[in-house]
C-alpha cells in the first residue's frame, strides 16, 4: 500500500522556520514527482510546491516561493518542507501528495497524500 507520513508541524512564532518531512513507502519513491500542498481552516487545498523524481527541479507558488524549500532524499524515500519566514497566513495543515503516475507531474486531485501535519503561526 502507498504511505505517506508527515511530520515536523507544530507552533511557531511569526517570523520563525520549521521543517516538514513526509516519509514514503510502498511505491518506487525515487520514479515520482512529490509535492507539498496545505489546506487551512475553512479554504480549499493550495498547492505550494513540486519537485521532480531526481530531485534537480523544483517550482513554488508564488504564496511560497523564495521563502519555502522543497527538497528529497531517494535513499531515504523522504520528502522536506523547509519553511521559512513564517506568517500567520500559514497557518494550515500540510500535506505531502505523490504524483499519481511515475515521472508525471500530475497530482491527481491528491489521490495519494498522507494524513497532514498542523502548522500553527502565531505569536
Known amino acids: 500500500d502507498v504511505q505517506l507520513t508527515e511530520s515536523g508541524g507544530g507552533l511557531v512564532q511569526p517570523g520563525g522556520s520549521l521543517r516538514l518531512s513526509c516519509l514514503t513507502s510502498?511505491?518506487?519513491?525515487?520514479?515520482?514527482?512529490m509535492f507539498w500542498v496545505r489546506q487551512a481552516p475553512g479554504k480549499g487545498f493550495e498547492r505550494l510546491s513540486g519537485?521532480?523524481?531526481?530531485?534537480?527541479?523544483?517550482s513554488y507558488s508564488p504564496l511560497v516561493r523564495g521563502r519555502f524549500t522543497i527538497s528529497r532524499d531517494n535513499a531515504e524515500n523522504t520528502v522536506y518542507l523547509q519553511m521559512g519566514s513564517l506568517k500567520p497566513d500559514d497557518t494550515a495543515v500540510y500535506y505531502c501528495v505523490r504524483g499519481i503516475q511515475p515521472f508525471s507531474n500530475n497530482e491527481g486531485a491528491f489521490s495519494y497524500r498522507g494524513q497532514g501535519t498542523q502548522v500553527t503561526v502565531s505569536s
Open positions: 510502498g511505491f518506487a519513491f525515487s520514479d515520482y514527482w
Open positions: 519537485i521532480n523524481p531526481g530531485g534537480s527541479f523544483a
